[in-house]
């Protein structure tokens, strides 16, 4: 039997969490200009972003890891979930969770923190995209070393949403 994965919902900078690796939103060019992803830039190092731009362009879905520069994460998982026609798809959210969590395995973590995915370009609402994530999070866990997720928003109308999501979840599985 599997055991049920830890999610805890956290506000504020995600940069400042001390887990294994971070996984932020990204845009489909890597680069790190906003939201979460411009403060993981700003607190890991510059070098974060010279190093996910040099790995891309990628499509929606995908990801691609960095060091974590200066941050107490070891790594940064970039994941783009909405692309540059800005569709919200949730399919997108659960491809790009999934491929941040094939790279647990190699890179032996077993806690990450992820941004609200979706969120970050305004495609999603906050609602939907913490709907997205939760779901996601939960088909992708099993059969990884995760076994602990944070998911951490920037404002208190995300952190609801994701409260929200979390018990309608739990509820469903009952």
Same mark, same amino acid.
């Given at each position: ?13 995600? !940069?400042?969490?001390? /887990? ?9 060019? $890597?680069?790190?200009?906003? =939201? ?11 070098? *974060?972003?010279? #190093? !996910?731009?040099?790995? =891309?362009?990628?499509?929606? =879905?995908?990801? *691609? ?5 200066? @941050?107490?994460? %070891?790594? /940064?998982? &970039? +994941? ?9 798809? %949730?399919?997108?959210? $659960? +491809?790009?969770?999934? #491929? ?6 190699? $890179? ?5 923190? *992820?941004? $609200? @995915?979706?969120?970050?370009?305004? #495609? ?9 994530? /939760? ?7 099993? =059969? ?10 920037? &404002? %208190?109308?995300?952190? &609801?949403? /994701?409260?929200?999501? @979390? ?8």
């Amino acid at each position: 039997m599997t055991t049920p994965i830890e999610i805890d919902v956290w506000q504020g900078e995600i !940069a400042e969490l001390e /887990v294994d690796a971070l996984v932020v939103g990204a845009s489909e060019s $890597l680069f790190m200009t906003g =939201g979460q992803a411009a403060s993981v830039k700003r607190r890991g190092g510059p070098e *974060i972003e010279r #190093a !996910a731009v040099q790995q =891309g362009p990628i499509p929606p =879905g995908s990801v *691609i890891v960095t060091s974590g520069g200066r @941050l107490a994460a %070891p790594y /940064v998982i &970039h +994941a783009v979930a909405v692309g540059h026609d800005r569709i919200a798809d %949730p399919d997108r959210i $659960l +491809a790009a969770v999934r #491929a941040a969590f094939a790279v647990a395995e190699p $890179l032996q973590l077993r806690r990450i923190a *992820i941004g $609200l @995915l979706g969120a970050e370009h305004g #495609a999603f609402t906050p609602e939907d995209a913490a709907t997205a994530l /939760v779901a996601a999070v939960e088909a992708a866990a099993p =059969g990884t070393p995760i076994d602990s997720v944070v998911i951490a928003t920037a &404002h %208190p109308n995300e952190t &609801h949403a /994701v409260g929200e999501a @979390l018990a309608r979840h739990h509820a469903a599985a009952r």
